[in-house]
């Protein structure tokens, strides 16, 4: 009893010391997603060792529940095993009782927890390329308490796995806890359906799943042609000003294009903002290197009445020079010798050098970016959030 006593207050002090630490994970989690004001964690050092970076990707949650949560209900069920032989005196704890080797059940988990821990430490390290070193310390928190747990003279996790399956099989046996067990499981299969749809903890998730359909799309499917996009004679004007090489302006674009699909009384109108010292005067070093020559192309493409195919082609394949944009166009009908003209014609520049310096006298110095009504939005928003936008405009589904 003495050692077995040794060992509960072993588990109690870890189990004490993971939940202060899921706790503070918590905290960081919620202040990566939900508070735009939050000062980086302590444990944000650098790209690697960056607990705010793991915090706001897919992989911080499980069934829209994050993982720090699934933590911290771990750690106090830990300590609700350590207490169960007390605990099923009390008439509300009565169900304790089922729980007859409650080390086992421990040993269990602790080994369970840390399989998944591992598990999690790959996609870390493999997938999103970081660690957050509050997690690792909760891995061998798990490890510890599974292997305190477990007696290594009595057939170790083996044996406590199979001795907890066979209480868990003796405990539904009875009717009372049958159905009892049923009840919860129907109850948290139910809450776990609505975190998974709503998302209502995992913020970050809805918002990669939103954007999934455009940041993952090889081509354009709602492209159009000629120098229109939208209606001609639309209520609504949505000024947009990209950069052919900015890395998510191609899926602004997409999503410019279902919109205009979608809803009618509106017009794209596409805006010149390459982020390239060959022609942006506001730069102090080279940045997206070849999306000036790119926005010469477009400009020269309007004058053939093939905006659009050339706007298209230039996100989908950034091109970096002119050889390689008449290359890719050599075969959608353009008047080549034209449109290498007019992309090197005075006008063209003085268009660029114009469209530069509107949007930087409105306070837009970076891509994508948007006008809609006089509002101006630096960033990509989600489709739904630009479909509301018009919509309270007056714009109407097609």
Not at 233 to 258: E, F, G, L
Not at 355 to 382: D, H, M
Request: proline share 3%; with cysteine; net charge positive.
């Amino acid at each position: 009893m003495e050692k077995e006593m040794k060992k509960k207050i072993s588990i109690a002090f870890i189990a004490l010391i993971g939940i202060v630490t899921t706790i503070k994970l918590a905290i960081i989690y919620y202040n990566a997603n939900f508070n735009p004001y939050a000062l980086s964690s302590f444990c944000s050092v650098n790209d690697f060792i960056d607990c705010d970076g793991i915090a706001k990707t897919t992989e911080a949650q499980f069934l829209g529940i994050p993982l720090a949560y699934w933590g911290l209900f771990f750690y106090a069920f830990v300590f609700l095993m350590l207490f169960a032989p007390k605990l099923k005196n009390y008439k509300l704890f009565k169900f304790m009782e089922v729980f007859k080797n409650p080390l086992d059940y421990l040993a269990s988990l602790g080994l369970f927890a840390f399989l998944v821990s591992m598990i999690l430490l790959c996609l870390s390290l493999f997938e999103i390329k970081k660690l957050c070193v509050l997690c690792a310390f909760t891995y061998i928190l798990n490890l510890l308490i599974g292997c305190i747990a477990t007696d290594f003279k009595n057939g170790g996790f083996v044996h406590s796995i199979k001795q907890s399956i066979i209480d868990f099989i003796d405990a539904v046996k009875i009717k009372k806890y049958l159905i009892t067990f049923i009840a919860v499981m129907a109850v948290a299969a139910g809450f776990l359906t609505y975190t998974r749809i709503s998302f209502v903890f995992a913020p970050q998730v809805k918002r990669q799943l939103e954007f999934r359909e455009f940041t993952q799309a090889k081509h354009n499917k709602y492209a159009v042609e000629g120098n229109i996009l939208g209606d001609k004679d639309a209520k609504i004007t949505v000024y947009v000003y990209s950069d052919y090489q900015c890395p998510i302006c191609p899926a602004q674009n997409i999503m410019m294009h279902k919109l205009a699909k979608e809803v009618k009384n509106i017009q794209i109108i596409h805006k010149n903002l390459p982020l390239d010292t060959d022609c942006n005067p506001y730069l102090q070093a080279p940045f997206h290197q070849g999306s000036c020559i790119d926005a010469r192309y477009a400009i020269a493409a309007k004058k053939q009445g093939k905006f659009w195919e050339m706007n298209n082609i230039l996100f989908e394949k950034k091109p970096q020079t002119e050889d390689a944009i008449l290359e890719l166009v050599k075969n959608m009908g353009f008047d080549l010798e034209k449109l290498q003209e007019d992309a090197n014609s005075f006008d063209t520049a003085n268009k660029i050098k114009e469209e530069i310096k509107s949007a930087y006298s409105q306070g837009i110095n970076g891509t994508p970016a948007t006008i809609i009504n006089g509002e101006v939005n630096v960033g990509i928003k989600s489709y739904n959030d630009y479909k509301e936008m018009v919509k309270k405009l007056g714009a109407e589904e097609r």
